[in-house]
């Protein structure tokens, strides 16, 4: 409580004083490492390149569109069925290799899942495969002892 009150002081202060003292508050006591000053030394130039770049760029595509534009309006009858098309294409293709991966992986993953069975628990499901032949068969003795019962009666 009482540093609130303290820092609220303070804030008074600086706005009773000259302007530059609160700005010089705001800014850190110590200058801008080797470092900071080196990354900002090589990043400024290749920010500028970069911008320059990108207004260049605008200025190309605009000017291309500019010159398309009566091309586009005049080829629009053949243009527009022919980006459908193409569009349509592309996404039939897209959409069959995106099936293909799935089914592959799917495959992959059944594959992997079944090796994996085969060890201390593949064991496991080899001795209930053969209780449940030694029950199938045990059943058919009975059902087939019941059949000759019932044959002789």
Request: hydrophobic fraction near 45%.
């Amino acid at each position: 409580m009482a540093e609130q009150h303290q820092r609220h002081q303070q804030q008074q202060q600086m706005q009773v004083g000259h302007p530059t003292e609160a700005i010089k508050n705001l800014l850190p006591q110590r200058g801008p490492s080797k470092s900071q000053v080196l990354a900002v030394v090589t990043l400024f130039p290749v920010g500028g390149a970069l911008l320059c770049l990108a207004g260049l760029t605008l200025a190309g595509t605009l000017i291309g569109f500019a010159v398309a534009t009566p091309v586009f309006l005049l080829f629009s009858p053949v243009l527009v069925p022919a980006a459908l098309t193409i569009a349509l294409a592309v996404t039939g293709f897209l959409t069959s290799g995106a099936f293909g991966i799935t089914a592959l992986s799917s495959l992959s993953w059944i594959i992997n899942y079944m090796r994996r069975i085969r060890g201390p628990a593949g064991e496991q499901m080899e001795h209930g495969k053969r209780r449940v032949q030694d029950t199938a068969g045990h059943m058919g003795q009975r059902v087939g002892q019941k059949i000759q019962e019932t044959a002789r009666t």
